[in-house]
C-alpha cells in the first residue's frame, strides 16, 4: 500500500505560483509514474503532469510553458511548480502514484486563481 499527502494549494491572484507536493510512503513499493490530475466543477478530470521512474515527463498542453513537475527519490516526493497561474487553472489537484500494478491517490488540494 502507498500513502500521499499532498499540500501547496491555496488563493493566489492571475499569473502568481504556487507549488504543489506530493509524499508518498509505505513499507515497501516501487512507484513506475507520479504526477496530477485536476478536476473543476462541472468539468471532467484530466491529467496535467506527469514523471516516469526514468525522469521523463508530460504535460497537458494547456500547461506547456507554465508548470513544471519534478521528483525527489530520497524524499519520495514530487512536485508542481506552477508559474503564470491563469483563472481556468482553479480547481482541486489530485496526485497519483502508480505503484505496485496499482493508481493510488491523494486526498486533493484546493488551487484557486482569482483577482
Known amino acids: 500500500q502507498v500513502q500521499l499527502v499532498e499540500s501547496g494549494g491555496g488563493l493566489v491572484q492571475p499569473g502568481g505560483s504556487l507549488r504543489l507536493s506530493c509524499a508518498a510512503s509505505?513499507?515497501?513499493?516501487?512507484?513506475?509514474?507520479m504526477g496530477w490530475y485536476r478536476q473543476a466543477p462541472g468539468k471532467e478530470r484530466e491529467l496535467v503532469a506527469l514523471?516516469?521512474?526514468?525522469?521523463?515527463?508530460n504535460y497537458a498542453d494547456f500547461v506547456k510553458g507554465r508548470f513544471t513537475i519534478s521528483r525527489d527519490n530520497g524524499k519520495n516526493t514530487v512536485y508542481l511548480q506552477m508559474n503564470s497561474l491563469k483563472p481556468e487553472d482553479t480547481a482541486v489537484y489530485y496526485c497519483?502514484?502508480?505503484?505496485?500494478?496499482?493508481?493510488?491517490w491523494g486526498q486533493g488540494t484546493q488551487v484557486t486563481v482569482s483577482s
Open positions: 509505505g513499507s515497501r513499493f516501487n512507484i513506475q509514474a
Open positions: 514523471i516516469r521512474s526514468g525522469g521523463s515527463t
Open positions: 497519483f502514484a502508480d505503484a505496485n500494478r496499482l493508481r493510488y
